[in-house]
C-alpha cells in the first residue's frame, strides 16, 4: 500500500469536524491515538481497492467486538467524513434556503446510532447506506425550518389530499364549485394516461411540449359532461398546475402539522375512524417487529420475510426514502423499486385486514363487500408519509 493511500485512510477514520475559533466549519482535528491505532489495524486486514470497502470490514470488525471503543471511533470518524461530504453536496445544490454547514451536520448526526443498529455490511457499502440516511434528514430538515413542500414531487402533490381535501383547497384557493367540477374532471383523465409511479420520469409534470397534454386534453374533451368547456394542451397543463399550487397553498403553506393528517370524508364505519387506524398501525407494526425477535415457532422464511418488510418501512417511511433508494439498500438495485412498493402495498393490506377486525370487534353484524373492501384500501393509501412515519418511529424507538 502507497504512503498516499495509508494517508488517506487515516484521514478518513482519524479525524473529526469541529468549529474553528474564528467560526470557520469544518476544521479536521485528527486524534493521534486513531491514526497509530489505524496503522496497526490495517497490517490485520486483507487488502482492499477502495476507502468504502475498508469502511465495510472495519464496520464489522466493529459488528464482532461490540464493546471496543476504538473501532467505534473510526467508524464515527468516517461517518463524519460522510455527514460533512453530504452536506457540502446538499447545502451547493439548494443553496437558497440558506442553512448552515454546520446545522445540517448536526441534523445528520442524528441519525448515527440509527446506521449503526440497522446497517448490515453484507448488503451495501457503508458510505452508500449512511449518505442517503443523511441526505434524508436533511430534507426533513427543510421541510421543518423552511418549506414544508420541499422536495415533494408535483405527481404527488396532486394525488396526495383525499377528494374533499382538494376540493378544500381549490375553495380556498378562490375557484367556484362549477370549476373545481372541471379540475377535478381533468385530473382524472392525467392520472389515467400518466401512470402514478416512482420513476423519475413520472416524479415531476412533463414539460410544455410533452405529448401526454395533448392526450389529456384530447381525452377530456372527447368525454367531458355536455356543459363542460373544451380545453386545449395549454388549458389542462393550468389546470393541473393550478391543483398543485392550490394543495401547497392550503395544506403545506406553514400550516399546522395536525392539517396534514385527515381522515377521508366518507367513513365506512360511524367509529372514531382516525383513531382505528392509528390503532391498527400500532398493531401491525408490533406484530412484525414480534415475529422478527421471536426465534421459537416461527419459520425462517416467514421471519426473514418480516424483517424485509420492516427494513423497508423503516427506509421508506422512517429515512423518506423513495422505492428505488430503498430497493438499492435492501436488494442492492434500484430496478427492484417494484419490490419495494409491493412490500409496502403488503403492509398496507395488513393495516385493512387490522382495521375491519377493529370495526367487526365493535360491531360483530358488520359485514363489508369487496368492494367496500378496496375503497378503505384506496383511503389508506392517500394518508400522507408522515403520519405512518410518526408511528413507525414511535414504536420502533420503543424496541
Not at 21 to 29: E, L, R, T
Not at 105 to 115: L, M, P, R, S
Not at 304 to 317: G, P, Q, S, T, V
Not at 344 to 353: N, R, T
Request: aromatic fraction near 14%; glycine fraction near 2%.
Amino acid at each position: 500500500m502507497t504512503p498516499e493511500k495509508i494517508q488517506e485512510l487515516i484521514r478518513s477514520f482519524s479525524r473529526f469536524p469541529k468549529k474553528g475559533n474564528n467560526g470557520k466549519f469544518p476544521v479536521w482535528i485528527k486524534k493521534k491515538k486513531l491514526a497509530k491505532n489505524l496503522e496497526t489495524l490495517l497490517n490485520q486486514l486483507p487488502f482492499y481497492d477502495s476507502t468504502k470497502e475498508y469502511a465495510n470490514a472495519i464496520f464489522s470488525l466493529w459488528q464482532r467486538n461490540p464493546d471496543d471503543y476504538i473501532l467505534q471511533e473510526h467508524i464515527l470518524a468516517y461517518l463524519a467524513m460522510v455527514c460533512i461530504y453530504a452536506a457540502k453536496k446538499f447545502s451547493q445544490k439548494y443553496q437558497d434556503y440558506g442553512i448552515l454547514l454546520e446545522d445540517y451536520f448536526q441534523t445528520g448526526q442524528t441519525k448515527i446510532e440509527k446506521i449503526l443498529n440497522r446497517f448490515n455490511p453484507e448488503k451495501s457499502y457503508l458510505y452508500t447506506y449512511a449518505y442517503i440516511i443523511f441526505i434524508g434528514s436533511f430534507k426533513d430538515y427543510v421541510r421543518k425550518e423552511c418549506d414544508r413542500s420541499a422536495f415533494r414531487t408535483d405527481i404527488w402533490l396532486l394525488n396526495c389530499k383525499s377528494l374533499r381535501q382538494t376540493k378544500k383547497a381549490l375553495k380556498q384557493y378562490g375557484l367556484s364549485e362549477k370549476e373545481i367540477e372541471k379540475y377535478l374532471l381533468v385530473r382524472d383523465y392525467f392520472n389515467q394516461i400518466v401512470p402514478l409511479t416512482n420513476e423519475k420520469k413520472f416524479r415531476q409534470l412533463p414539460p410544455k411540449n410533452n405529448f401526454v397534454w395533448e392526450q389529456v386534453a384530447i381525452a377530456y374533451n372527447k368525454y367531458k359532461l355536455e356543459p363542460f368547456p373544451e380545453y386545449d394542451e395549454e388549458d389542462i397543463l393550468r389546470i393541473i398546475q393550478t391543483i398543485i399550487e392550490a394543495v401547497v397553498y392550503c395544506y403545506f403553506n406553514n400550516q399546522p402539522q395536525s392539517q396534514i393528517i385527515q381522515p377521508q370524508s366518507s367513513k365506512p364505519v360511524s367509529h372514531d375512524y382516525l383513531d382505528d387506524l392509528i390503532d391498527a398501525v400500532v398493531r401491525v407494526i408490533k406484530k412484525i417487529i414480534k415475529i422478527n425477535k421471536n426465534n421459537k415457532n416461527i419459520g425462517i422464511r416467514e421471519k426473514e420475510f418480516a424483517a424485509e418488510i420492516m427494513k423497508i418501512l423503516d427506509l421508506y417511511y422512517c429515512q423518506d426514502l423513495t422505492f428505488e433508494e430503498t430497493a438499492k439498500i435492501v436488494y442492492g438495485s434500484q430496478k427492484n423499486g417494484y419490490k419495494a412498493r409491493r412490500r409496502q402495498q403488503k403492509f398496507i393490506d395488513k393495516l385493512v385486514e387490522e382495521l375491519i377486525t377493529i370495526w367487526q370487534q365493535k360491531n360483530p353484524d358488520l359485514c363489508l363487500t369487496q368492494e367496500k373492501i378496496a375503497e378503505i384500501r384506496e383511503q389508506v393509501n392517500k394518508y400522507p408519509k408522515e403520519f405512518f412515519t410518526y408511528l413507525l418511529t414511535e414504536q420502533l424507538e420503543q424496541q
